[in-house]
């Protein structure tokens, strides 16, 4: 009866949600439905991953460059918070008493100031005292650094340069094999033989052997100074580094959190263990301890990898083109289609959400602790 | 149990019951007793609040017209400041009477957005700021250069056309808000900022050395402002539309708030039917028939708004170029009173 | 007899305590122990101290030895003979630091927002301090009067003579706290409804509310923002469209709400299953037992979690400056562009003292989850 009444309120309520949106629609000449998916942008974007133009690329186009941008800050942000978060993390537990306050003061002072205040301090007061144009720091290998962003030479692949792919797979391959292998041994005889130095000639040795073979199939095209621009080479702007910074030195404070939790939920019986087996402290932490804590941080870990795709969505405040920026902002205002844009928006951050929420379960599942 | 039930019946009373009528926008403003109008709030010149929350400018005027016409008085408006990404979204769901917020009047806006746009109060065009140290004096000049810009406004799309239409490349840098934009442009990260270049003249004002920077002498598109409501409500579209006419007719006709009670007394037909003297037009328009005659006494005429708000009378110097009248070869022309 | 009592051989006095081993006192000692334990240690202290040496004293000595206290205009804080190196432009906040607190509040009438504050505090100090009297009242006045009272001097009510000023007028700090305090004062309750919903053995709640609660935690808060003040007013009749502060409040209390219902779950999830089945055995309703039981035990149990999602909301609040609300973060952003104090130092010296608040406030906060936690950690262990 009570479950009744809640759907036909909820249905009443939802009715009554359509029937004034269809209403102040139609009494607002406003357009809807997804028509406006293919007619020309106009506008210009400022990053742009795939092939975009102003004049001929249409608003759909449009979304997906938005939305490439999202994940590209997102994937560099969430790789520069996940190695400081950790870092940090074990820096907080260190026995040192000046890292671990150093560490310890990092996250409170992170935590506890907005993410929007950090970013505009990054972008507004840091990356705007960059040199101007005229005065560009030319750093070593080519590159320029001004206000205006950072130029790195841009690779230029000759045709044959695909050997060395494939050499630096191969070399790839045979790293990973000698890992099993060194791995099969420890577990056979006990001894642990020193791979590092093998593995590393394997990865990088064959590519540059293929490398010098092929004839050095490979050049950079340097950034020049434009009579108002640098012109060529890779562009890194300065909303995309603000943004990045912004996003994992904030994040990094969480991971921190998350992995100290973890890591001290590890019972200390089991460091003990590693130290009485004749385990060195690095070894402890890295065979014994961090592999039974990935099992308590990853899920508290996911989530703050979620957390930062959605923060990204402050670029719309810099100008940094996501897709927020991009397509709830220019896109809406152009087409005026408030309700299909913002659905389609949040459509993309839940798929994302409910994407990673369900690789999480599975990898939960897989290493739950076999119950003996 | 009952009492869900009659919370049921409140919800879906909510849901269905409340079909709106077609808004009277009059009638509500009368209501209320006072206009709600969108402004810009950071355009010195056009639209923007002292720190005291007095709100003086060119597009505020015209508000202050409007109420002045209802009300005779023009201090009964309230202003909401609006960026240019959510002024037409708080037009259409009716938390503003009228747009006055420096806005271009496009086909499709006209359109697409459920709007209208009443009248062409301020001739405009796009332009570009750059700093005098870059020596440039063209906007043709401008190949290879970054270019600042508001988000979501025509600028944005006049900009690339513009660029690629003279062949010359171009990187966009937009961000959400004008100030923001230029605020990034006084900081070098662009080398030219574009918009109105009437928002230009009034931004630069707002730079820390307003005089190491120019307005270029290119006007790269056709800017018609007009003030915006909503599609469907014909009374208040006159209102708005002849608010602005009457004021060019009065200076037209030489009527401005200083003499505006001599000319009641005027014996010239077309001054006597202005000011409400003779014939029953106010009343036409849901007014009283002395509304012309308020919004002079209260307001002045165009060319007094226009003086004292951006013209010889301001900071920003603004020549009346386009926006003279259409007798002394400007574009402004008021169709007659009668 | 007497004699030989006088002579006890079982010590009756404690004997003296002796001091610990000199290897594990002192300030030596305990830099040994710390900072000097092995060679990786030593170099860390050092390196430690060498970040120390090389960030402290600059920002000591540009934000309080050559900072610029007073002063009429950007000339103050601009590089002079007398100050070559002018630190942070603190001139610059002292003037603009009542329009960071009131935004454009009218001046006549900013004693209502000073008595809101007062109010405010009351209340929080009512319900924080776990050792005040009748907090059943507290929680009434916090949940109930306040926001009435609040609303009645902030808005305005024309009938007692107060006159009404509309919220585009309001700005700074007040809006930080106004969205702040009505998202918690909101969200709780929906927090609480949402989690029994989810708990609920019936499909139809359960399905609502876990549909609601993860829609609302998979989307940034900047969307539900756009929803609330794109959306909203084309999903009501158009003579009930809410204003702009209204409707960014509406989306900040939902967004809590969600995240608020995930806590109160996990305080629920902590309730022993015995309390639910003696609650039963006696008889209790549903609601009776979740009011009187269940509810009481979970909400004190996730007070710390409670504080800390508070804490997230008070920094989301940021957020409202994209909607175009201006709270104290935007009122900062548009001091910061003002031509008269234009100077390099004025943006640093903004953000600083808008950190600084932020800071202070969520700070706090988090101090006080822990205290709360540590008392709870006793209280448990009785």
């Keep these: 009866m009570l479950q009744i009444a809640i759907v036909v309120i909820i249905g009443g309520l939802a009715y009554g949600a359509v029937y004034n949106a269809a209403l102040n629609l139609s009494r607002a000449h406003i357009a809807s439905g997804f028509g406006f998916w293919n007619n020309t942008a106009g506008f210009d974007i400022s990053q742009t991953l795939i092939a975009y133009s102003a004049s001929t690329s249409s608003f759909g186009r449009a979304f ?95 045709a044959n340069f695909s050997t060395v792919v494939l050499a630096l797979v191969v070399g790839i391959a045979g790293a990973i094999g000698l890992n099993v292998w060194a791995r099969w041994r420890r577990e056979r005889t006990g001894a642990d033989p020193h791979i590092l ?68 939920a590890v019972s200390h019986g089991q460091t003990e263990a590693a130290q009485a087996l004749g385990l060195r402290s690095g070894q402890t932490l890295r065979l014994v301890v961090l592999p039974q804590a990935m099992r308590v941080i990853v899920p508290p870990l996911t989530s703050q990898y979620l957390n930062l795709i959605k923060n990204s969505s402050l670029a719309v405040v810099i100008g940094y083109p996501d897709l927020v920026q991009v397509f709830a902002g220019t896109v809406l205002n152009i087409t005026g289609q408030a309700v299909e844009v913002i659905a389609l928006t949040m459509a993309v951050y839940l798929a994302i959400s409910l994407f990673t929420s369900v690789v999480m379960n599975l990898y939960a599942r897989a290493t739950v602790i076999a119950e003996r | 149990m009952k009492r869900l039930a009659t919370a049921f019946a409140l919800a879906t009373a909510l849901a269905l019951g409340t079909q709106a009528a077609p808004a009277d926008t009059l009638a509500t403003v009368k209501q209320r007793g006072e206009l709600i109008c969108g402004a810009n709030g950071t355009l010195a010149g056009f639209g923007m609040p002292d720190p005291q929350g007095n709100w003086t400018g060119f597009d505020v005027d015209f508000c202050r017209a409007i109420a002045a016409a209802i009300f005779n008085d023009p201090q009964k408006v309230k202003f909401v400041p609006l960026t240019a990404k959510d002024r037409f979204t708080a037009l259409q769901s009716g938390e503003i009477d009228v747009l006055s917020r420096n806005t271009t009047w496009t086909l499709s806006r006209d359109t697409s957005l459920g709007l209208d746009f009443p009248a062409i109060t301020y001739f405009d065009g796009q332009g570009f700021m750059v700093r005098k140290a870059l020596k440039v004096s063209s906007a043709l000049e401008l190949n290879d250069a970054s270019v600042c810009v508001q988000q979501g406004t025509t600028s944005e799309l006049n900009l690339a056309d513009y660029f690629r239409s003279n062949h010359m490349s171009l990187k966009t840098v937009t961000f959400a808000t004008g100030e923001e934009a230029l605020k990034a442009y006084e900081s070098g990260r662009c080398d030219s900022y574009t918009t109105d270049s009437s928002g230009l003249y009034g931004e630069r004002q707002e730079l820390s050395e307003p005089s190491q920077h120019i307005v270029l002498p290119e006007i790269i598109s056709k800017e018609p402002l007009s003030p915006v409501v909503r599609q469907g409500d014909n009374q208040w579209t006159d209102i708005v539309r ?97 | 007899m007497s004699a030989i009592s006088d002579q006890a051989y079982l010590r009756v006095l404690p004997a003296q305590k002796l001091p610990p081993p000199a290897e594990r006192t002192g300030i030596f000692n305990w830099l ?343 008392h709870l950690t006793r209280a448990g262990r009785r």
Aim: with cysteine.
């Design chain 1, 64 to 158: 997906w460059v938005g939305l490439l941008n999202t994940l590209l800050v997102a994937g560099v942000g969430i790789v520069l918070a996940t190695i400081a978060g950790f870092v940090i993390g074990i820096a907080r537990l260190s026995h040192n008493w000046l890292v671990a306050r150093l560490a310890g003061g990092y996250v409170e002072l992170v935590r506890n100031v907005p993410l929007l205040l950090q970013l505009l301090f990054w972008y507004n007061a840091v990356l705007k005292s960059l040199p101007l144009l005229r005065g560009s720091m030319a750093l070593p290998g080519g590159a320029i650094l001004n206000n205006r962003g950072l130029f790195l030479p841009q690779p230029v692949f000759a």
């Design chain 1, 197 to 264: 130095w093998p593995a590393l000639a394997s990865i990088f040795g064959l590519p540059l052997i293929a490398f010098a073979v092929a004839g050095f199939p490979l050049h950079f095209s340097l950034p020049q100074m434009g009579r108002f621009n640098v012109n060529g080479g890779v562009e890194v702007l300065p909303e995309f580094a603000a943004l990045a910074l912004a996003l994992s030195v904030y994040t990094a404070a969480f991971i921190a959190e998350v992995v100290r939790a973890g890591v001290l």
């Design chain 2, 242 to 338: 002849w608010t602005h006419f009457v004021m060019i007719d009065a200076e037209e006709l030489g009527i401005n708030k200083g003499n505006v009670d001599a000319k009641l007394k005027s014996d010239d037909p077309e001054t006597r039917r202005l000011l409400g003297v003779e014939g029953q037009y106010g009343e036409a328009l849901g007014l009283t028939n002395d509304w012309a005659y308020r919004i002079i006494k209260h307001i002045g005429n165009y060319g007094e708004s226009f003086e004292r708000n951006i013209g010889q009378g301001s900071p920003l110097k603004i020549v009346r170029g386009l926006n003279a009248l259409w007798t002394k070869g400007g574009l402004q022309y008021g169709p007659p009173v009668r």
């Design chain 3, 32 to 374: 040994r122990e710390n900072l000097l334990s092995s060679p990786t240690n030593i170099v860390l202290t050092f390196l430690c101290i060498l970040l120390f040496a090389w960030a402290v004293p600059p920002l000591i000595r540009f934000f309080l030895i050559d900072a610029v206290w007073s002063g009429t205009d950007r000339d103050a804080c601009l590089a002079s003979p007398a100050q070559m190196h002018p630190g942070a432009c603190w001139a610059f906040v002292r003037v603009w630091v009542s329009y960071f607190v009131y935004g454009f509040y009218p001046l006549a009438e900013r004693w209502r927002v000073d008595l809101f504050f007062v109010a405010l505090t009351l209340g929080i100090v009512w319900l924080a301090r776990l050792s005040t009297p009748r907090r059943d009242l507290g929680a009434l006045y916090f949940f109930v009067g306040l926001p009435i009272l609040s609303f009645i001097l902030l808005h305005g009510a024309p009938l007692i003579g107060l006159p009404v000023v509309p919220t585009s007028l309001w700005g700074g700090i007040l809006v930080t706290v106004v969205v702040a305090t009505i998202g918690m004062v909101f969200s709780l309750p929906l927090g609480i409804l949402l989690a029994l919903g989810r708990n609920s053995e019936m499909p139809v709640m359960k399905l609502a509310a876990v549909g609601f609660i993860e829609f609302v935690r998979g989307v940034p808060l900047i969307t539900v923002l756009f929803m609330a003040s794109v959306m909203l007013p084309l999903f009501v009749p158009e003579q009930f469209a809410p204003d702009k502060l209204v409707r960014a409040l509406i989306g900040v209390a939902l967004f809590a709400s969600a995240y608020m219902a995930e806590v109160v779950r996990g305080g629920l999830a902590a309730v022993p299953r015995g309390q639910y089945e003696a609650a039963r055995a006696l008889g209790l309703t549903y609601w009776r037992m979740m009011g009187l039981v269940i509810l009481p035990q979970a909400l004190r149990v996730t007070l710390p979690n409670i504080v800390n999602t508070f804490i997230g909301l008070f920094k989301d609040t940021t957020l409202v400056f994209v909607v175009g609300v201006f709270d104290f973060l935007r009122t900062v952003e548009a001091a910061r562009a003002d031509p008269k104090w234009t100077t390099p130092n004025t943006t640093v010296t903004g953000y600083a003292f808008a950190a600084l608040f932020y800071f202070v406030c969520c700070y706090g906060m988090s101090r006080y989850a822990r205290s709360v936690e540590a």
